[in-house]
């Protein structure tokens, strides 16, 4: 496997070279090189927010394909909450559950109820710690990688928590395992995932090994849950589905699992940068916890959910009513708080230096301040960096070249076409003949064509 | 490096300061480093925000430390050693309002920064120089 796995992926025939993502990605990644985007790897965080802005659909994230369900003798489905919201209101989680179950696997474990048992590890911890303030949530993985990326010094802040998929996926496991006397490599266990980031979490996890085996993208079995709805519409299974837990699909829904401590939360990768920039400049100590989600609105904005987020908002509101006012008891959960910790420490990934030796970093960031002020500050990405300073740091880095700036490239168009001119009044002094109108003129004619002559001469 | 900051210009607050943590990231400063440098270099900017007419951030960068200097055009500190001190503030009321002025400005600055220099002149403006050491782990 290479150094970063990547769930974000480009097809390289549906790419135009067009420039609208490399202006949107948050960590600068991208770049447009002989007419196709290129992802520089080790900067990606998998976000999808390319894969949303994209108008010609050539990105787009590696999920599994559902014959990777063969390969185990025994497969349990993950729901992301989110993926309740996708449904007209009359579809409730029970009919969901049983179009899975309807689909071929052979049992569903559902996030939401993970979600609960992670809510009350949470609120433990935030209760018994009193080191860095606030504590940040460690569940959204494009946040996680975007702190590797930009925010280095934060990454302390995260909870040391695990996610809701990843401790749905134990529980699921464990109680497999028990139920059915099953050894631990004949469960497959596939997460129905609301965004690329989740992909990444589960193919390149902190820790040893992920408890998900893989994971199918929401959008691409929609229509298969939405066929399998019929079989079940007569009798559908119970479920589970805690509104507590349900409500982490969408922004503010972790905040009021966790309830009385927990104070911020902010969605949109963009807002949660301003967030982030403002903890990192010693503010917002008086908060204990921030939900911070990369996609707008929560998971139900996330790039691989196939409904509309403001719908899927409404959806997810009238649900959690629904689903509060019928609540069933849980399962108990593990007290251990060690069952609940991060799989292993999150490194940083300082992938935006320019040199490892200081010194030569420092003599190359000088240049890349005085290429910054000759170019002209547009910003208009047609060199295929995302702005000016990107395009200086990518010529100081040896990927690009000043005259990719169009605008540096007619500059030098420019005193070439002069110097051709120039050139091309110039005559041979065999041919040059004096002018008759004026005896002067002729004299200076010829004068300055032996210069030249002259000149030349000495250039060869 | 350097940065104009213009007094009362909130909406621009930090730029600067994003502008220097990004520089010394490319430069590959250490962690805590920069962490402390982005805090002088935030309080010293909205200092001249909150108090003075206009001003400039400058930042050196050095293998083994980050000067930073924030010099202003203003109405200056009568009496350093008392702004020094936690929670004394001299912002007026609409500015404490908005959550910023709250007198922690300078006593953050010198606990982030090895050094600080403070000098000012009552009715023409305050120099500030603050030096971070990097403490370089060899990471
Ligand atoms: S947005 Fe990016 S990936 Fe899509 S066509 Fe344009 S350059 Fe290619
Ligand atoms: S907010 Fe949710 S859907 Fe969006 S990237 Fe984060 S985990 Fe994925």
Redesign the interface.
């Known amino acids: 496997m290479s150094r970063y796995f990547h769930s974000v992926m480009l097809d390289q025939d549906k790419c135009k070279g067009c420039t609208n993502c490399i202006k949107h990605c948050p960590t600068e990644a991208i770049r447009v090189r002989e007419g196709r985007a290129v992802i520089i790897e080790e900067r990606c965080i998998d976000c999808g927010e390319c894969i949303r802005i994209c108008p010609n659909r050539a990105k787009l994230a590696i999920t599994d394909p559902l014959e990777r369900l063969a390969d185990y003798q025994y497969t349990i489905a993950l729901p992301a909450p989110s993926l309740y919201a996708q449904f007209g209101p009359e579809v409730l989680p029970g009919s969901i559950i049983g179009a899975l179950l309807s689909m071929g696997f052979d049992e569903v474990y559902e996030v939401a109820v993970g979600a609960v048992a992670v809510s009350n590890a949470l609120h433990r911890y935030i209760e018994s710690q009193s080191g860095h303030r606030p504590v940040i949530s460690s569940a959204c993985p494009a946040v996680v990688r975007l702190m590797q990326v930009?925010f280095?010094?934060l990454l302390e802040h995260i909870a040391p928590v695990e996610t809701p998929m990843e401790i749905s996926a134990r529980l699921a496991r464990e109680k497999a395992r028990q139920e059915h006397d099953l050894p631990d490599n004949a469960i497959g266990v596939f997460f129905i995932t609301p965004c690329p980031a989740k992909v990444t979490a589960i193919k390149q996890p902190f820790g040893e090994r992920s408890y998900v085996d893989g994971a199918f993208s929401m959008s691409a079995i929609y229509g298969a849950v939405l066929r399998h709805l019929q079989d079940v519409a007569d009798a559908p299974p119970d479920s589970l589905s805690p509104a507590l837990g349900v409500g982490w699909g969408k922004t503010g829904g972790e905040n009021q699992a966790i309830k009385k401590h927990a104070l911020l939360a902010v969605d949109g990768i963009h807002n949660v940068i301003n967030v982030l920039?403002?903890i990192?400049?010693?503010g917002l100590t008086d908060i204990h916890y921030i939900e911070a989600q990369a996609c707008t609105g929560g998971c139900i904005g996330g790039p691989l959910t196939p409904q509309n987020p403001f719908v899927a908002r409404v959806r997810m509101e009238r649900l959690l009513k629904v689903l509060a006012a019928g609540e069933r008891p849980l399962p108990a959960f593990p007290d251990d708080p060690e069952y609940y910790r991060l799989a292993g420490p999150i490194p940083?990934r300082?992938t935006?230096?320019?040199?490892?030796d200081?010194?030569r970093?420092?003599g190359?960031?000088e240049e890349?301040?005085r290429i910054t002020a000759e170019l002209p500050g547009l910003d208009c990405g047609s060199c295929g960096s995302p702005n000016c300073r990107a395009l200086a740091?990518d010529i100081v880095r040896g990927y690009a070249e000043s005259s990719y700036c169009v605008f540096k490239l007619r500059e030098k168009l420019q005193l070439l076409a002069r110097e051709i001119v120039d050139l091309a009044h110039k005559q041979p002094p065999a041919m040059g003949k004096p002018e008759k109108h004026s005896k002067d003129s002729a004299i200076q004619n010829k004068n300055a064509d032996q210069q030249v002559g002259r000149k030349e001469g000495t250039d060869l | 490096m350097e940065f104009s900051v213009c007094g009362m210009d909130f909406n621009r607050a930090g730029e600067a300061a994003a502008q220097i943590k990004k520089a010394l990231q490319l430069v590959g400063m250490h962690m805590d480093t920069m962490r402390r440098a982005v805090i002088v270099a935030y309080e010293a900017e909205l200092n001249i925000v909150i108090h003075a007419r206009q001003g400039r951030l400058v930042a050196h960068i050095h293998p083994d430390r980050v000067e930073l200097e924030a010099i202003d055009e203003g109405p200056g500190i009568p009496d350093i050693p008392r702004a020094m001190q936690e929670g004394y503030s001299t912002a007026p009321a609409h500015i404490r309002k908005m959550g910023f002025g709250a007198g922690m400005g300078l006593p953050n600055i010198k606990k982030s920064a090895s050094q600080m220099r403070l000098t000012s002149e009552i009715n023409v403006g305050t120099r500030l120089t603050a030096t971070i050491i990097n403490q370089t782990s060899g990471d």
């Open positions: 930009r280095p010094g920039e403002e990192e400049r010693g940083p300082p935006l230096k320019l040199s490892s200081i010194n970093a420092i190359m960031l890349v301040e740091e």
